[in-house]
């Protein structure tokens, strides 16, 4: 994904399709994206295979599930690796996209211990003769602790925490319900070819096998 981020921008309909019909009545209105899609094609042409949501096969192998509990609760992906029957290891894995320079948080945040997969649109210098700045595809990987920066992420925790207050007052309603959300977005200005390669080489060695 990460040297081929051009897989990331297909539009798989037989994939959509299938995972659509994965999620079932279980995805809480969830709409299949084509990038979500896209990465499970990417999964599965790398040799995972997608087990029935919430059973751990017995089969030994590589293995995914897909928007386990809701888009809203938790990563898109949670990929495993079976081994003697018995689930050894497992990570998240979260989507994000955008077809700009930024993407949306909304109520959500970097969770530690998750797998970032962030697709974006990089714009490169003008070239003499054309009118429009030329694009290229990104893919940035790497894991939530490492992306904000300090002070991002103080920010972050007393702004949730100002929802959380507004929340518990506004909740004391008679009939009327209302709730406090964000739109919060992010700037993909932060993910440069050198803290991308850096957040990439702390995100594979954290995946080695402990000794």
């Given at each position: 994904m990460r040297t081929l981020p051009q897989d990331l921008e297909r539009k798989p309909v037989e994939m959509i399709a299938a995972l659509q019909a994965y999620?079932?009545?279980?995805?809480?209105?969830?709409k299949v994206s084509e990038h979500e899609a896209s990465i499970a094609?990417?999964?599965?042409?790398?040799?995972?295979?997608?087990?029935?949501?919430?059973?751990?096969?017995?089969?030994?192998g590589l293995w995914y599930w897909y928007q386990l509990q809701g888009s809203q609760q938790a990563g898109?992906?949670?990929?495993?690796?079976?081994?003697?029957g018995?689930?050894?290891?497992?990570?998240?894995?979260?989507?994000?996209h955008s077809n700009g320079t930024s993407i949306y948080l909304n109520d959500g945040t970097f969770e530690p211990g998750s797998?970032?997969?962030v697709s974006f649109t990089r714009l490169l210098?003008?070239?003499k003769g054309q009118r429009k700045k030329p694009r290229e595809n990104v893919c940035f990987i790497g894991l939530g602790e490492d992306?904000?920066?300090?002070?991002?992420?103080?920010?972050?925790?007393?702004?949730?925490?100002a929802l959380r207050a507004m929340n518990a007052v506004s909740s004391d309603t008679d009939h009327l319900r209302v709730y406090a959300r964000s739109a919060n977005q992010y700037s993909c200005g932060r993910f440069t070819s050198e803290f991308a390669g850096a957040c990439w080489e702390k995100t594979t060695a954290s995946l080695s096998p402990s000794e």
């Open positions: 999620i079932g009545s279980d995805g809480q209105g969830t094609l990417v999964l599965e042409e790398t040799g995972f295979t997608r087990a029935p949501r919430g059973t751990t096969p017995t089969t030994d898109d992906f949670l990929v495993f690796e079976v081994k003697d018995v689930k050894r290891a497992e990570r998240i894995l979260d989507a994000k797998i970032y997969i210098d003008r070239i992306i904000f920066t300090d002070k991002d992420r103080e920010v972050m925790v007393t702004w949730r925490a």
